[in-house]
């Protein structure tokens, strides 16, 4: 996995806006992009996922878009509110050769009032 | 429903100690996973099970680490002679399946912190 450090990207955003975290992979192959959430103390909580073989998918205020020429995939939150402050990672597999997953470095999002 | 569940939440041991971790992955799910984060970063991927077998290792740092699934479903972690860089949270997953659609899903537990003193 990729090493981050201790220092995590921090977004900073107004209650009510949207948000866009972005991410890099490295594998052309993953055929999943998956998006978690990471609230202190707790596990990732899955989010949303993508196909390769689509560039957006949408769920309830989230849409994430995947743009495989770059390798780079976005999650976009409508309307944050606070309860959206937490790290988001971004993971990548190939399920056909295996389900493990690789995990990008995280974004802090802070949702201020 | 429930989900995954893995206990201790908490583990603080000596260095040099053997230390277990268990996982109980959502019911009927054949996949579970062991990833390990430390401070700062993603999860990084230990080994994962097929039923009871590990169908890819390729994670585990050294051979002080090994986990088990003997009946398909509870997993333990177990990690010999511990030290100090093995201190991290150990995340459990699982997953419906495997085959390469969206029953895939990796559903992670709330972690397991290790600290060796």
């Known amino acids: 996995g990729e090493s981050v450090g201790l220092h995590l990207p921090t977004l900073s955003v107004q209650e009510g806006d949207n948000s866009i975290i972005n991410c890099a992979y490295s594998?052309?192959?993953?055929?999943?992009f998956i998006w978690y959430k990471q609230e202190s103390g707790k596990g990732p909580q899955f989010i949303i996922d993508?196909?390769?073989?689509?560039d957006k998918r949408q769920g309830q205020r989230v849409t994430v878009l995947l743009n495989k020429t770059v390798k780079h995939l976005s999650l976009q939150i409508a309307a944050t509110q606070p309860g959206d402050s937490a790290v988001y990672f971004c993971a990548e597999n190939r399920r056909a050769a295996g389900n493990k997953l690789t995990f990008g470095g995280g974004t802090r999002v802070l949702v201020k009032p | 429903g429930a989900g995954v569940s893995q206990t201790p939440s908490n583990k603080v041991t000596e260095k040099g100690k053997y230390v277990e971790l268990r996982c109980d992955p959502i019911?009927?799910?054949?996949?579970l996973y062991w990833y390990r984060q430390s401070l700062g970063q993603g999860p990084e991927f230990l080994i994962y099970f097929q039923g009871t077998g590990a169908a890819d290792d390729s994670g585990l740092p050294n051979d002080r680490f090994f986990a088990v699934r003997p009946e398909g479903s509870v997993s333990t972690l177990k990690i010999q002679r511990t030290e100090r860089g093995d201190s991290a949270v150990y995340l459990c997953?699982?997953?419906?399946?495997?085959?390469?659609?969206?029953?895939?899903?990796?559903?992670f537990g709330p972690g397991t912190r290790l600290t060796v003193l």
């Open positions: 997953a699982s997953s419906l399946g495997w085959g390469g659609s969206s029953t895939d899903t990796q559903y």
């Open positions: 993508i196909r390769s073989n689509m």
């Open positions: 594998n052309s192959a993953s055929d999943y």
């Open positions: 019911s009927g799910h054949t996949a």
